[in-house]
């Protein structure tokens, strides 16, 4: 291996999407030093895969009656559909920045869709009382990444591309930088820092049907309670209704939003059973479950899916407001949405839970911030509705940066001596792991446990056959220390990078076993088909996940309320 370089900044924010774009931007303005390290080029940040639109109160498009909308109740819309879980606290603080954060994007670049009369457009979504998503027709996430890629290019941020994370610096219990493997020369490098912002997105590709970019693995998560960091509310995992069958393309809300229905082999509109007020656009965990019991009775066509149907929208009003979903289906299903209904079927989509941070974005263990899909600090509760996840990363992309912006004066620079040291540490690890042979195969372990994922922790749970999907994951543990690379090389070495992936995966696999065993209820997108009610008496709390001896326990805190009582849910 080639030597090791030190590089220092006074911040480090680990990701390249929106979250760690918007946040880095913040902390260059103030003249702090920073720098980005994304696991690919940020602009193949999953963020780029976003298409349905960013959540905001601006009113341009009334509501029923013409009736017009505010941020209580988008506050009021977000805490509904979290079924309660989320804390309303966070949840004010994001909605009340939510106009001017488009209003920002816009002034930055954002090209967003527009009315006829020139203002901003916006379109419903689930669970949301009125048309309050903005929208760059449907490649809202991509259209915001560039922006932002865009800015921090101008400002001449550093950004470390293809940079692995492998772990974090801790001295007397704070955190004080990390370490990355550059993929492509196969060196380790160490980043001492005041701070470290984790901004590394969400875990779906522990599942194995997932809308997520396969960078998605919970590294993050995992690099955070290793350090001594608590997770919260691991177990609600977002299962999104509408992915095309076959490839788990997520074929984005904006569909219904603009009046696609759900169809089942008797052409009916079967929403009308489940949800008589919504329909098509009640919350995801609401049209998730109705499609996976609509294929359990029979009612599914020929793969196990529903069909998404948007041909009496029209040809025009499908080009102008749909053009990214009509080409993916005719990419990859060979099927033109305008005169052909679209094979869908729920896939894992979004992860509401994360690293444990408040407001402010600190985490358990000092000098360690979090923001977006890999923190919670909820917003999104049990339940996240679509538009608020874009709105999320770039809201607290930027209040966390001005809580780092307040603290760092007042930290200590790190000694780079320490950095030097677990540089050499994650060297030999990387040497053992290269020198191993004669073990399992790696590829076989990591689709079982995606596997068994999906098998026992996914729509709808129940105690025993998660117990047994527990043990298998345990089982499964056991075997990864066996595992040989047949890859030896260090240069672009993909292989050990899926091998490091996967060590992470475990732990984010077992957080989300052990919290979900532990919440005998059943709230937003954790179904427990032995506890089918929600249960406010004794759940109505968060679920702390800590790491003591590498074992994980759950502990409980209660959830901040505040505005809004916690109430039954009617679509």
Not at 37 to 64: D, E, F, I, T, Y
Request: charged share 20%.
């Amino acid at each position: 291996m080639s030597q090791p370089a030190i590089h220092e900044y006074d911040a480090i924010i680990i990701g390249g999407g929106l979250t760690g774009l918007r946040a880095a931007l913040q902390i260059s303005h103030a003249g702090i030093s920073c720098a980005v390290l994304s696991k690919v080029h940020p602009l193949r940040s999953h963020s780029v895969a976003a298409q349905g639109g960013m959540n905001a109160s601006l009113g341009n498009v009334p509501g029923p009656g013409g009736a017009s909308d505010s941020w209580e109740l988008h506050a009021y819309d977000t805490v509904k559909g979290s079924d309660y879980l989320a804390d309303q606290d966070a949840v004010v603080s994001m909605c009340r920045e939510a106009a001017a954060t488009v209003f920002e994007l816009e002034h930055m670049g954002t090209v967003w869709s527009r009315l006829d009369d020139g203002k901003i457009a916006q379109r419903p979504f689930g669970g949301a009382g009125f048309p309050r998503t903005c929208y760059a027709t449907d490649r809202t996430g991509h259209n915001m990444l560039h922006t932002l890629y865009e800015q921090v290019t101008n400002a001449k941020i550093p950004v470390y591309e293809e940079f692995f994370v492998t772990s974090l610096i801790t001295v007397s219990g704070r955190c004080t930088g990390c370490t990355a493997l550059e993929i492509m020369t196969g060196t380790v490098h160490g980043f001492p820092a005041k701070v470290i912002l984790m901004a590394t997105g969400g875990f779906g590709r522990i599942f194995s049907r997932s809308t997520n970019a396969l960078i998605n693995t919970g590294d993050g998560q995992t690099l955070a309670i290793h350090a001594g960091a608590p997770l919260k509310d691991m177990e609600f995992v977002q299962f999104h209704p509408t992915t095309l069958v076959g490839t788990s393309i997520l074929i984005s809300e904006a569909a219904r939003g603009e009046g696609g229905i759900l169809l089942n082999t008797s052409g009916e509109q079967f929403m009308a059973r489940y949800a008589p007020r919504s329909l098509d656009l009640a919350p995801r965990d609401v049209v998730a479950r109705a499609i996976e019991q609509e294929i359990a009775a029979g009612r599914g066509f020929e793969g196990g899916c529903v069909h998404l149907d948007i041909r009496h929208l029209g040809a025009d009003r499908i080009r102008e407001r749909l053009p990214g979903i009509r080409q993916l289906a005719m990419d990859f299903a060979g099927i033109d949405p305008i005169t052909e209904s679209i094979p869908v079927q729920p896939g894992q989509h979004y992860s509401m839970g994360g690293i444990d941070v408040g407001i402010d974005g600190k985490s358990g263990l000092p000098g360690l911030y979090a923001a977006g899909e890999c923190a919670c600090v909820s917003v999104h509760g049990a339940n996240r509705l679509g538009g608020n996840s874009l709105l999320e990363t770039v809201v607290f992309g930027r209040l966390v940066a001005d809580a780092i912006i307040r603290d760092i004066g007042s930290i200590p620079p790190p000694a780079e001596v320490l950095a030097e040291a677990a540089v050499q540490e994650m060297n030999l690890k990387i040497i053992g792991i290269l020198g191993r042979t004669g073990g399992v195969s790696l590829f076989p372990v990591l689709e079982t446990l995606k596997e068994t994922m999906s098998a026992h922790f996914g729509i709808f749970r129940e105690g025993t056959s998660m117990e047994q999907g527990l043990v298998r994951i345990r089982e499964l543990r056991s075997q990864f220390g066996n595992v040989s690379l047949s890859d030896k090389e260090t240069l672009a070495n993909l292989t050990l990078i899926r091998y490091l992936e996967l060590e992470y995966m475990f732990t984010v696999a077992e957080a989300v076993a052990l919290g979900a065993l532990d919440r005998k209820e059943s709230r937003g997108s954790h179904t427990r088909t032995d506890y089918p009610d929600r249960d406010d008496n004794n759940f109505l709390h968060h679920s702390i996940a800590r790491m003591e001896n590498e074992q994980i326990t759950i502990l409980h805190v209660p959830v901040t309320l505040g505005m809004f009582d916690p109430q039954e849910r009617v679509y």
